[in-house]
Every structure is written in structure tokens, then in C-alpha cells.
């Protein structure tokens, strides 16, 4: 499996360690070990997605385990419908929590890719799993040949229906997660006068089939204030809770609701 130019979509070779194309575009791997195929023309802003402070508080709540009944289920699911897969790609796969316990659990001879957007990210996931290629890359613009993957994961991550199609093998599979109806209401309940549920819909992606879907619903009960400000850093809704409300729950605890949609689909 080999890159693609961001800038020309011809192949990029490696080259001691730079990723260069015949047009001679020049990728330099970074110290850690991940590749910036994010060129500065397609950047909207100078350090796009998560920064320093926001991988570091997702980075130490995850590695709590708060997380893991999705981890788990996640890699079960890759497990029985993936199992024969060797090239795979986690888009959107931030500081590789989700990334590396998924290698872990699958047979030896799989591959995984890992983007995201977000270079802080990556410096940690590339220097702490050394057994997954990481690169900056959008995943509106995946830096991959067509066709590069026999699976995908992607959890939160905002993306393309034609670009996921594009660089998947017809009978790939998918798997997605996103927020079910109930997931994180109590800090919801906090903010707003009304607040509404997410859609218990079924996802629609052009150009796959919706083979399995499934909630994954916990109470998470967090007592730690370490912790607790790490988790309300990881949510949306950190920016819209005021610091009165961050406070009294870093003093009386948090209750919160986990509920996950977790969805497969095959590539048609």
C-alpha cells in the first residue's frame, strides 16, 4: 500500500524519509513517524483540529477505559465482519486509542492507516503506536489511492460519502459510530431550556448497505475532578457549560449517559 500526492494524486514513494512523487512534491516524516500530507494550500487555519489541550484531556480519559465497552464492541464487530480484511483505515483516529486496541484484536497480517487532521494528534499516536501508519490528512481528501481498503473505521468524524466510496474495495466494510438518542442528555439538561434527543434514525451512506446496527447504552459516573474536566473537554458542549456548572460538578461528581450508535455496512 502506498500514499497518493495530495497535490497531484500521482504515487508517492519513500525515499529515506521522505514521500516523494514523480512531479518531485516532497513529504517529510516527522520525528515520531507520521507523514504531513496536509499541504499549507488546503489548510483553513494554521493548526486545524483538535489542539494540545484537547488530545491531552481525550488522551487521559480514554486511557481510563471509560470508553472501552465501545472499544470492544467495536473490534468485535470488525472481528466478525472483517476478519479476512488486511488494509484498513481509522479516519478521524485522533491521539489511536481506538486505533490500537483495534490492531491489537485482529489477526496478524492486517494493515491500518491512521488520519486525522490534527498534528498534535499524531506526534503522540505515531510515537506510541509505532505499528500503525499515521498521516495529517483531511478525510474529505484522504491521501490513498482508489480502492486502497478492505475496511474503515469511523468514529465521530465528519466525512465524505463519495470520498469513503472512493477509497474502499466493493464489499469493504464500515463501521461507524455516532451519538444515539440519549448520549451525554444529563450535560444537555444543563445547558439548554429544552433539550432534544439525537435522531434514532438509521445512517444512509451513498454507495454502501446498512448490514447491522446496535446502541450501546451506560451510565458514566465520574467522581474524580481530574477527570471530570477531561471528559467535559472531550464534549461539545464544554464551550456552551459555564464555569459555575464546571465547577459544581468537579465538586459533587458527574452522571452522565453513554450511548453509542454503532452501525456496519458493506461497500456495494
Request: aromatic share 12%; proline share 5%.
Amino acid at each position: 500500500m502506498i500514499y497518493r500526492c495530495p497535490l497531484c494524486q500521482q504515487a508517492l514513494s519513500k525515499e529515506d524519509k521522505t514521500w516523494c512523487c514523480p512531479a518531485n512534491h516532497r513529504f517529510d516524516c516527522a520525528k515520531e513517524g507520521y507523514v504531513n500530507l496536509l499541504p499549507v494550500q488546503k489548510k483553513k487555519s494554521n493548526d486545524p483540529g483538535d489542539n494540545k489541550e484537547m488530545m491531552f484531556a481525550r488522551r487521559e480519559f480514554l486511557n481510563k477505559g471509560y470508553y472501552q465497552v465501545l472499544s470492544d464492541k467495536v473490534n468485535q464487530l470488525a472481528n466478525e465482519y472483517a476478519q479476512d480484511a488486511r488494509f484498513g483505515v481509522d479516519i478521524g483516529c485522533g491521539e489511536g486509542y481506538y486505533s490500537n486496541r483495534l490492531v491489537e484484536s485482529l489477526p496478524e497480517g492486517f494493515s491500518l492507516y491512521g488520519v486525522d487532521i490534527s498534528k498534535s494528534a499524531l506526534k503522540y499516536a505515531a510515537k506510541r503506536y509505532p505499528k500503525i501508519s499515521f498521516s495529517v490528512a483531511s478525510a474529505f481528501d484522504m491521501p490513498f489511492p482508489d480502492q486502497s481498503f478492505d475496511f474503515m473505521l469511523r468514529i465521530y468524524a465528519p466525512s465524505l460519502d463519495k470520498e469513503l466510496k472512493r477509497v474502499i474495495k466493493p464489499g469493504g466494510i464500515l463501521i461507524t459510530v455516532c451519538a444515539g438518542p440519549r448520549h451525554h442528555y444529563a450535560l444537555k439538561e444543563l445547558i439548554y431550556d429544552n433539550p432534544k434527543e439525537h435522531t434514532q434514525e438509521s445512517s444512509q451512506i451513498d454507495g454502501f448497505e446498512l448490514i447491522h446496527q446496535q446502541r450501546i447504552e451506560q451510565q458514566l459516573a465520574l467522581t474524580d475532578a481530574a477527570d471530570i474536566s477531561h471528559f467535559l473537554q472531550m464534549t461539545p458542549y464544554n464551550w456552551k457549560l459555564t464555569e459555575e456548572n464546571k465547577l459544581a460538578l468537579a465538586k459533587s461528581g458527574l452522571s452522565c449517559e453513554l450511548d453509542f450508535k454503532v452501525e456496519v455496512f458493506r461497500a456495494l
